[in-house]
């Protein structure tokens, strides 16, 4: 079974600074997806940025990028310039490339809490 | 927007007596999914459906069963609620058309079981 660990339950970011969430991730697989997702205080869970194992290139959207490290099961968030708006608690996701029964399913971390200061 | 409601938003039950939630989608999507969310454990996958009529089990379904007659509907059943289901209940979808294996969550319910 895959498992997604996020090391850090708690993290602060200077408003406009650049912060970096880090996310480790077992499996056995060679295929897979990663993502992260953000949920402010109003609960809903947003996608945030998503990487295809296959691809070397790291995904970026705007101010969040990723470092994904395949051979050290590593995918770290960068959130630059960081905003007010960035304050949430992030999700670390895991899924598999197989497209049949559970694999379908996405692994989550137990979350990091970003608090931006003014 | 993926199109996604979840009602009720928030619900108070007691011990004991059947709860139902309800996931709405109203942009066809073939695969929906029942996530639970509790402190210190991310997200954990209840039940998944991968068409009307087909479902399957998660990591936690034991004490949960769901239905998808129609599908734009997934409802998920407490058959008889226990405090250790007092939780964040989310409804998911995915579709090839968002792009492959990727992930929409509705809005959430919070139940709490006394």
């Known amino acids: 079974a895959q498992t997604v660990t996020q090391s850090q339950p708690e993290m602060s970011v200077q408003e406009a600074e650049t912060v970096t969430l880090s996310c480790t991730y077992d499996?056995?697989?060679?295929?897979?997806?990663l993502f992260w997702y953000k949920q402010p205080p109003s609960r809903q869970m947003i996608l945030v940025i998503r990487?295809?194992?296959?691809?070397?290139q790291n995904a970026t959207e705007n101010r969040f990028s990723v470092n994904f490290q395949k051979a050290a099961k590593s995918f770290s968030l960068k959130i630059s310039d960081s905003q007010l708006g960035d304050a949430a608690m992030y999700f670390c996701?895991?899924?598999?490339?197989?497209?049949?029964?559970?694999?379908?399913?996405?692994?989550f971390g137990s979350g990091t809490q970003l608090t931006v200061l003014p | 927007d993926a199109g996604i409601t979840q009602s009720p938003r928030h619900k108070v039950t007691e011990t004991g007596t059947p709860v139902t939630l309800r996931c709405h989608q109203t942009e066809n999507h073939r695969y929906m999914y029942w996530y639970r969310q509790d402190p210190g454990h991310g997200l954990r996958l209840i039940h998944y459906s991968y068409g009307v009529k087909d479902t399957d089990k998660g990591e936690v379904s034991d004490g949960y069963s769901v239905s998808r007659s129609k599908t734009e509907d997934f409802l998920l059943t407490l058959e008889s609620a226990t405090s250790s289901q007092t939780s964040v209940y989310f409804c998911?979808?995915?579709?090839?058309?968002?792009?492959?294996?990727?992930?929409?969550f509705g809005p959430g319910t919070r139940l709490t079981v006394l």
């Open positions: 990487q295809e194992a296959y691809k070397q």
């Open positions: 998911a979808i995915s579709d090839s058309k968002m792009g492959v294996n990727t992930q929409y």
């Open positions: 499996t056995s697989e060679s295929d897979y997806y």
């Open positions: 996701a895991y899924r598999s490339a197989l497209n049949s029964g559970s694999a379908r399913q996405l692994t």
